[in-house]
């Protein structure tokens, strides 16, 4: 999906205010510390932001940055160093993982070569998932269950802390 929508389902499941901004931004950092590097590398080097065939012109090394943190090995990178450094951070995997397993559906591909990136190649028989940018479908659902949830959520509360009140 979309980094916004990535960004906003971390928070949707990571529902810890004082980890709001942390949780958004783990959220987004698949996309951010591989394509966006990319792009803003591309973008200082010729004053210009990628605009037409976008993927095809990023820089090499950031689309091995982009599957390997899309991987299940970024995932344990992650788990890791938040393991041995930030111990009471190691809920954010939670959006960081979100966004790998919403990414699997939602870019045509396929799963097996992304998950397991570098060790296993890609192969067209497995072929899965609808980019989403081509489809207004997946934008609607992903807007939909977005907003579902959260309002879900919201409702939940207010009436479970009503009854606790009461
Ligand atoms: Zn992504």
Redesign the pocket.
Known sequence: MDIIS?AIWGVTFVRKKDLFWLAMFFGAL??LISTGIGSLYSFLKTGSFLKENWWLNLPIWSKHLYFLF?SIFGLLILFFILFLFKRKFLILIIPYFL?IFI?LFTHRGDPIFRLFYPFIGYSTERVFGINWWESSFVILLNIILIVGINIFIFLKNKIYGKIKES
């Open positions: 990535h698949p996309d899309h966004h990414d």
